[in-house]
């Protein structure tokens, strides 16, 4: 099967140049138009997807380093279960964009739907737009960076890395959350179950808006100061502590 499809590839696809392979998803079926994104990442070119139209479920699965870019709006799914991909979408996203990402970096123009950076472990998603709700969903590592306005239950059930909103977070943001931190500019609606908030400490401050300027953040863009979001550990119980855990208490 998959020479039968590495067969259809080229048909899909411009003749390379420098900088790439460009592929017009009009053309192909989602199973196609994968094999031939996969066709092209073994061959180490930049890949440019023409007219991905909110299709669903594209570049799924990719775990070699590789560079992509979608000239339009993509649905649920994409760029999920991904190790080492460099994409960048110039449109909208559905929900569940970059789910599971390991390493590597996700940049999405306009905004992202719900569940953004799901139990992503790794890599940096920046959202220059809103997220819906649910963004960072049992989040395990990485940052997931939102230039606007993030949802209802931001953080949800977060158990490491951090989330930068630069803007607001709806109702019930951190809710169940274990680790990590929630970094808010702007309001609040309400707090989710054993979540509190702090002040950022200076060197956070600091370091956050070096972070935020190195991604082209514009100085007079930034918030004047971060609140932050963590965990109360009033509910925080563990029966067993996970290898990375563990290594905190050993001395």
């Not at 990442?41 to 930049?46: D, I, L």
């Not at 990719?62 to 339009?72: E, P, T």
């Not at 997931?144 to 989330?163: D, K």
Request: proline content about 2%.
């Amino acid at each position: 099967m998959t020479k039968r499809l590495a067969g259809n590839v080229p048909k899909a696809l411009s003749a390379p140049v420098s900088q790439g392979y460009s592929i017009d998803a009009r053309k192909l079926t989602t199973r196609l138009l994968n094999a031939s994104i996969k066709s092209g990442v073994s061959k180490g070119r930049h890949i440019t997807i023409l007219n991905p139209d909110a299709r669903h479920n594209l570049a799924v699965g990719i775990v070699k380093r590789c560079s992509l870019s979608f000239a339009g709006s993509v649905g649920y799914y994409c760029c999920a279960f991904c190790d080492g991909i460099s994409a960048t979408i110039e449109g909208n996203s559905g929900w569940g964009l970059g789910d599971n990402l390991m390493s590597g970096s996700i940049v999405i123009r306009q905004d992202a739907g719900a569940s953004v950076g799901a139990s992503m472990r790794g890599g940096q998603i920046l959202v220059w737009g809103n997220a819906g709700a649910r963004a960072g969903i049992s989040m395990k590592g990485g940052t997931l960076v939102i230039a606007g306005n993030s949802g209802f239950l931001t953080g949800f059930m977060m158990q490491r890395g951090r989330i930068i909103v630069m803007g607001g977070v709806g109702d019930a943001a951190g809710d169940s959350m274990y680790e990590g931190i929630v970094y808010v500019g702007g309001e609040i609606g309400s707090l989710g179950v054993d979540a509190k908030t702090e002040s950022a400490t200076r060197s956070e401050e600091v370091e956050l808006r070096a972070f935020l300027k190195a991604l082209k953040f514009r100085d007079d863009i930034l918030p004047r100061r971060f609140k932050k979001i963590v965990s109360a550990k009033r509910l925080y119980q563990y029966d067993s502590l996970e290898p990375l855990e563990r290594e905190r208490l050993v001395i």
